[in-house]
C-alpha cells in the first residue's frame, strides 16, 4: 500500500486521539490489548471518532470506507496498546459478514449498533473436539416452530460473559460431508439456556469461556446466511481473521517499552543491531499484511497469503518477547507496577503461547500455504 | 523518480532469479547515478559502458595540486572486492577534500589483485598508488547524494537476494513435487510441507520488504528491507538445500546457483547487523518507534 494524503491525515488524527487517550490513562501500552483490554467507554470513544466499522456502508452508520483505511487505524490501536477487545470481534469480523450474508432485518439491527461501538460479539466456534479440525462441531440446531433449538458446548469462548452476542456454527444436518450441513447463528448472550464458565488464562486473566447452549430458542431470523452454508461463510471470513495487524503486532508494545528503557542510557551496538533486527522483521510482515488488505479491498482471494502472514507474524510475536529479554534482561513480573517494562513482559510472555495457536494453528496453515503453491505452479 | 526505482527493482529481482552472469545490478547502479540530477555526468560517461560501483572508501584522496585549488585528485589506497573491477568501468564515489565526490576509473592505471565470491562472481581489488585523477572527471556530489547512492546499492543488493530467494522457492517446490520416495512425492510428506511452507514465507517477506523500499527509499525501508534480505539468506538456503538433498549440495543441481550468490550478497553492500544497527540507532533517535516504521 502506498501512503496517500487521505491515509496520512488518518493516522494523525488517530495519534492525537491516543495522545489523549493516553492522557486520560485508558492506554497503557499493554502487550495483547486486543484479546484482553475490554473498556466500552474507550469503544465507543473511538466510534464516536467513526473509527469502528468503517467499512460498512454510510447507509447502516459506517464509514463507507474500505480496509486499507480501517488497517490504518487497527495498526495505530494496537501498536499503541489501546483497549479494542470489547469492539473487536464485532468490527473486524461481524460487521462485514452480516454486511455479506445477513438480511435487510439483520443488518438494520446490528450494524449502525456496531459502528456505534455499542454491540459487542463473541465467536462460538471451537469445540472439545473441534479446535483446528473444525468441521467436526457437534453443537446441534433442531428446527422448532418459528425457528431453531441450539444445544452444545463451545469452547474458548472470548468475551462470552460480557459481551452481547455470539455468532455460532452449529450443525444443522448430517451429510457424508462433514463440511456441509453446517449453519451460523446469531445468538443472544443473554438468552435463557446460555451459561458460561470462565476458563482461565495461565496469567489468571479472564477471557475465555465454555459457553454451554442448553436448548437455547434462537428465532428464524438470527439464522445468518442459507442454512447448510456456514462451512462456506466461515472460511469467507478467515482472510479477515489471520492477515490482520493483530497477527504481527501483539507484542510490539513491548518493543515500545523496550526503546524507552534503552533511551535512558547509551545503548551497545549489539543492543541497536538486536532492536534493529526485530524492527526490519516487523516492517517486512507489515508489508506483507499490508499486501493482503490491499488484495480484500480489492475482491481478490486471499486466504494462502493470509496464512503466509499468520504464520510470520504471530511467530515474530513470540520472538519479540524471547529477544527483548535478552535485549535488555529484566525479570519478568506480573506484581510489578502496571505499564512498566518488567509488567509487560510478563504479560507478553504468559500470553506467548497463543500467538501461534488462535486463528488456526500455524502447522495447519501450512498447508494451505503449500497447497496453494504447488496449485500455482 | 520512484517509478523509476520501482522498475529497475523488478528488473534487478528477475536478474537474481536467474543468477545472471554479469555487473546487471551494477550497471543499473552506475545508471542510477548518472540519472542524479548532476548535468556533467551524462557527459562524462558514455553510453554503452559497463559500468561498476564502487563505494568504499579509499584511504588517501588528495587534491593534486599544492594549492588545493584545484578539483584534480591524487587517491590512494584499495577499493576491495569490486564487482567486476577488473573489466568494468569503475565509478567511485569517496570522501574528497572538499566533500563527496564521483569519478571514473581506469582499471590500467591501478593494480588489480582478481578474486571472486562464493558463486564465482568476480570480486576485484584495485589497489591505487597516487592514482591522477583530471580536474574534469571529478564530479562533486552533495552528502545527501551520496548516502542515497549508498541507500540504492544497498537496495539492489536486497532485489537480488529477493530474486535468488523466488529462485529457491521454485526450484524446490518443482523438486519436492517431482521426486518420489517411499513411493510417493516428498511434498506429500507433513516435515517437508512444514519446512516448505516457511522457506515461501521467508522468500515473501524478504520480497515485500524490498517492495516496499523500492516505492518509498528512505534510511529506514532500505535499511530494513537489507537486513532482513541478508538476515532471512541463512534460512532460505538452509531449507532449499535440505529439500534438495544430496543433489543440492554438488554441481550436479541447479539450486546452487542461487544459494551461493545468496551468501555473498548478504554481505555485500553491508550485512544485516550493521544495517540492523543502524535501524536501531535510527529508533533510539526518534520519538517514536512506531512512527518511524509506519509513515
Same mark, same amino acid.
Given at each position: 500500500?502506498?501512503?496517500?494524503?487521505?491515509?496520512?491525515?488518518?493516522?494523525?488524527? /488517530?495519534?492525537?486521539?491516543l495522545?489523549?487517550?493516553?492522557?486520560?490513562?485508558?492506554?497503557?501500552?499493554?502487550?495483547d490489548?486486543?484479546?484482553?483490554?475490554?473498556?466500552?467507554?474507550?469503544?465507543r470513544?473511538?466510534?464516536?471518532?467513526?473509527?469502528?466499522?468503517?467499512?460498512?456502508?454510510?447507509?447502516?452508520?459506517?464509514?463507507?470506507?474500505?480496509?486499507?483505511?480501517?488497517?490504518? /487505524?487497527?495498526?495505530?490501536?494496537?501498536?499503541?496498546?489501546?483497549? /479494542?477487545?470489547?469492539?473487536?470481534?464485532?468490527?473486524?469480523? +461481524?460487521? *462485514?459478514?452480516?454486511?455479506?450474508h445477513?438480511?435487510?432485518?439483520?443488518?438494520?439491527?446490528?450494524?449502525?449498533? +456496531?459502528?456505534?461501538?455499542?454491540?459487542?460479539?463473541?465467536?462460538?466456534?471451537?469445540?472439545?473436539?473441534?479446535?483446528?479440525?473444525?468441521?467436526?462441531?457437534?453443537?446441534?440446531?433442531?428446527?422448532?416452530?418459528?425457528?431453531?433449538?441450539?444445544?452444545?458446548?463451545?469452547?474458548?469462548?472470548?468475551?462470552?460473559?460480557?459481551?452481547?452476542?455470539?455468532i455460532?456454527?452449529?450443525?444443522?444436518?448430517?451429510?457424508?460431508?462433514?463440511?456441509?450441513?453446517?449453519?451460523?447463528? !446469531?445468538v443472544?448472550?443473554?438468552?435463557?439456556?446460555?451459561?458460561?464458565?470462565? !476458563?482461565?488464562?495461565?496469567?489468571?486473566?479472564?477471557?475465555?469461556?465454555?459457553?454451554?447452549?442448553?436448548?437455547?430458542?434462537?428465532p428464524?431470523?438470527?439464522?445468518?446466511?442459507?442454512?447448510?452454508?456456514?462451512?462456506?461463510?466461515?472460511?469467507?471470513?478467515?482472510?479477515?481473521?489471520?492477515?490482520?495487524?493483530?497477527?504481527?503486532?501483539?507484542?510490539?508494545?513491548?518493543?515500545?517499552?523496550?526503546?524507552?528503557?534503552?533511551?535512558?542510557?547509551?545503548?551497545?551496538?549489539?543492543?541497536?543491531?538486536?532492536?534493529?533486527?526485530?524492527?526490519?522483521?516487523?516492517?517486512?510482515?507489515?508489508?506483507?499484511?499490508?499486501?493482503?488488505?490491499?488484495?480484500?479491498?480489492?475482491?481478490?482471494?486471499?486466504?494462502?497469503?493470509?496464512?503466509?502472514?499468520?504464520?510470520?507474524?504471530?511467530?515474530?510475536?513470540?520472538? !519479540?518477547?524471547?529477544?527483548?529479554?535478552? +535485549?535488555?534482561?529484566?525479570?519478568?513480573?506480573?506484581?510489578?507496577?502496571?505499564?512498566?517494562?518488567?509488567?509487560?513482559?510478563?504479560?507478553?510472555?504468559?500470553?506467548? *503461547?497463543g500467538?501461534?495457536?488462535?486463528?488456526?494453528?500455524?502447522?495447519?496453515?501450512?498447508?494451505? !500455504?503449500?497447497?496453494?503453491?504447488?496449485?500455482?505452479s | 523518480?520512484?517509478?523509476?526505482?520501482?522498475?529497475?527493482?523488478?528488473? =534487478?529481482?528477475?536478474?537474481?532469479? =536467474?543468477?545472471?552472469?554479469?555487473?546487471?545490478?551494477?550497471?543499473?547502479?552506475?545508471?542510477?547515478? @548518472?540519472?542524479?540530477?548532476?548535468?556533467?555526468?551524462?557527459?562524462?560517461?558514455?553510453d554503452?559502458?559497463?559500468?561498476?560501483?564502487a563505494?568504499?572508501?579509499?584511504?588517501?584522496v588528495?587534491?593534486?595540486?599544492?594549492?588545493?585549488?584545484?578539483?584534480? =585528485?591524487?587517491?590512494?589506497?584499495?577499493?576491495?572486492?569490486?564487482?567486476?573491477?577488473?573489466?568494468?568501468?569503475?565509478?567511485? @564515489?569517496?570522501?574528497?577534500?572538499?566533500?563527496?565526490?564521483?569519478?571514473?576509473?581506469?582499471p590500467?592505471?591501478?593494480?588489480?589483485?582478481?578474486?571472486?565470491?562464493?558463486a564465482?562472481?568476480?570480486?576485484?581489488?584495485?589497489?591505487?598508488?597516487?592514482?591522477?585523477?583530471a580536474?574534469?572527471?571529478v564530479?562533486?556530489?552533495?552528502?545527501?547524494?551520496?548516502?542515497?547512492?549508498g541507500?540504492?546499492?544497498?537496495?539492489?543488493?536486497?532485489?537480488l537476494?529477493?530474486?535468488?530467494?523466488?529462485?529457491?522457492?521454485?526450484?524446490?517446490?518443482?523438486?519436492?513435487?517431482?521426486?518420489?520416495?517411499?513411493?510417493?512425492p516428498?511434498?506429500?510428506?507433513?516435515a517437508?510441507?512444514?519446512?516448505?511452507?516457511?522457506?515461501?514465507?521467508?522468500?515473501?517477506?524478504?520480497?515485500?520488504?524490498?517492495?516496499?523500499?523500492?516505492?518509498?527509499?528512505?534510511?529506514?525501508?532500505?535499511?530494513?528491507?537489507?537486513?532482513?534480505?541478508?538476515?532471512?539468506?541463512?534460512?532460505?538456503?538452509?531449507?532449499?538445500?535440505?529439500?534438495?538433498?544430496?543433489?543440492?549440495?554438488?554441481? @550436479?543441481?541447479?539450486?546452487? =546457483?542461487a544459494?551461493?550468490?545468496?551468501?555473498?550478497?548478504?554481505?555485500?553492500?553491508?550485512?544485516?547487523?550493521?544495517?540492523?544497527?543502524?535501524?536501531?540507532?535510527?529508533? @533510539?533517535?526518534?520519538?517514536?518507534?512506531?512512527?518511524?516504521?509506519?509513515?
Open positions: 500500500m502506498t501512503a496517500t494524503t487521505d491515509t496520512l491525515q488518518l493516522r494523525r488524527e /488517530v495519534r492525537d486521539f495522545a489523549e487517550e493516553r492522557a486520560r490513562g485508558t492506554v497503557l501500552g499493554r502487550p490489548s486486543w484479546l484482553t483490554g475490554w473498556d466500552p467507554q474507550f469503544s470513544r473511538l466510534a464516536g471518532r467513526g473509527w469502528v466499522g468503517m467499512a460498512l456502508p454510510p447507509e447502516y452508520g459506517g464509514g463507507g470506507l474500505g480496509f486499507a483505511a480501517r488497517v490504518v /487505524v487497527i495498526e495505530e490501536l494496537l501498536a499503541a496498546g489501546a483497549p /479494542v477487545s470489547a469492539h473487536w470481534v464485532a468490527d473486524r469480523q +461481524i460487521g *462485514p459478514s452480516v454486511l455479506a445477513g438480511t435487510e432485518e439483520q443488518k438494520q439491527r446490528f450494524l449502525p449498533a +456496531i459502528a456505534a461501538g455499542r454491540c459487542y460479539f463473541s465467536i462460538g466456534m471451537s469445540e472439545q473436539e473441534a479446535g483446528s479440525d473444525l468441521a467436526n462441531v457437534r453443537t446441534r440446531a433442531e428446527r422448532v416452530p418459528g425457528g431453531w433449538r441450539l444445544t452444545g458446548t463451545k469452547k474458548w469462548t472470548g468475551g462470552a460473559h460480557v459481551n452481547d452476542y455470539a455460532v456454527l452449529a450443525r444443522t444436518s448430517e451429510h457424508e460431508d462433514r463440511h456441509q450441513g453446517l449453519s451460523q447463528f !446469531i443472544d448472550l443473554r438468552a435463557p439456556g446460555v451459561r458460561t464458565e470462565p !476458563i482461565r488464562l495461565i496469567s489468571g486473566e479472564h477471557t475465555f469461556n465454555w459457553f454451554h447452549l442448553d436448548g437455547v430458542e434462537v428464524d431470523g438470527m439464522l445468518l446466511g442459507q442454512e447448510g452454508d456456514g462451512w462456506k461463510q466461515v472460511t469467507g471470513e478467515l482472510a479477515f481473521e489471520r492477515s490482520g495487524p493483530e497477527r504481527y503486532l501483539s507484542t510490539f508494545p513491548l518493543l515500545v517499552s523496550l526503546t524507552r528503557e534503552l533511551r535512558r542510557g547509551a545503548a551497545t551496538p549489539d543492543q541497536q543491531a538486536r532492536l534493529g533486527a526485530l524492527l526490519a522483521r516487523v516492517f517486512a510482515v507489515r508489508q506483507l499484511s499490508l499486501g493482503v488488505a490491499d488484495a480484500l479491498d480489492a475482491g481478490r482471494p486471499a486466504d494462502v497469503r493470509a496464512a503466509l502472514v499468520k504464520d510470520l507474524g504471530t511467530r515474530l510475536e513470540g520472538d !519479540i518477547v524471547h529477544e527483548v529479554r535478552r +535485549i535488555l534482561p529484566v525479570t519478568a513480573d506480573t506484581g510489578a507496577t502496571p505499564g512498566s517494562y518488567p509488567h509487560h513482559l510478563a504479560y507478553a510472555l504468559l500470553h506467548s *503461547p500467538y501461534t495457536l488462535r486463528g488456526g494453528a500455524n502447522e495447519i496453515l501450512r498447508g494451505i !500455504i503449500t497447497r496453494g503453491l504447488e496449485q500455482q | 523518480m520512484t517509478t523509476a526505482l520501482a522498475t529497475h527493482v523488478t528488473a =534487478l529481482r528477475a536478474a537474481g532469479r =536467474l543468477a545472471e552472469p554479469g555487473p546487471f545490478a551494477e550497471t543499473v547502479l552506475g545508471h542510477l547515478a @548518472l540519472a542524479l540530477p548532476r548535468a556533467p555526468l551524462t557527459v562524462a560517461l558514455a554503452g559502458l559497463t559500468l561498476a560501483y563505494r568504499p572508501a579509499v584511504t588517501g588528495g587534491p593534486a595540486g599544492t594549492s588545493g585549488e584545484d578539483a584534480a =585528485l591524487r587517491v590512494s589506497g584499495a577499493l576491495p572486492r569490486v564487482p567486476y573491477g577488473a573489466t568494468a568501468t569503475v565509478l567511485v @564515489l569517496a570522501e574528497g577534500p572538499g566533500g563527496p565526490v564521483l569519478f571514473p576509473l581506469d590500467a592505471r591501478t593494480t588489480v589483485v582478481p578474486g571472486t565470491n562464493l564465482g562472481e568476480p570480486r576485484d581489488t584495485l589497489h591505487l598508488h597516487d592514482y591522477a585523477v580536474a574534469d572527471d564530479h562533486p556530489l552533495s552528502p545527501a547524494e551520496l548516502a542515497e547512492a541507500l540504492r546499492a544497498a537496495l539492489a543488493r536486497a532485489a537476494i529477493a530474486g535468488a530467494a523466488e529462485r529457491c522457492v521454485e526450484l524446490t517446490v518443482r523438486h519436492t513435487a517431482t521426486r518420489t520416495q517411499f513411493g510417493r516428498l511434498s506429500r510428506f507433513q517437508v510441507k512444514q519446512e516448505e511452507a516457511r522457506l515461501i514465507e521467508e522468500s515473501a517477506l524478504v520480497g515485500a520488504a524490498v517492495d516496499a523500499a523500492a516505492r518509498e527509499l528512505s534510511l529506514v525501508s532500505v535499511a530494513a528491507a537489507k537486513a532482513q534480505a541478508s538476515a532471512s539468506v541463512a534460512e532460505i538456503a538452509r531449507i532449499a538445500h535440505q529439500l534438495h538433498g544430496a543433489i543440492g549440495f554438488t554441481e @550436479l543441481g541447479d539450486v546452487r =546457483l544459494t551461493t550468490r545468496l551468501w555473498s550478497w548478504r554481505d555485500e553492500d553491508g550485512d544485516e547487523s550493521s544495517w540492523a544497527a543502524r535501524l536501531g540507532r535510527e529508533a @533510539l533517535a526518534a520519538d517514536d518507534v512506531w512512527a518511524l516504521l509506519a509513515v
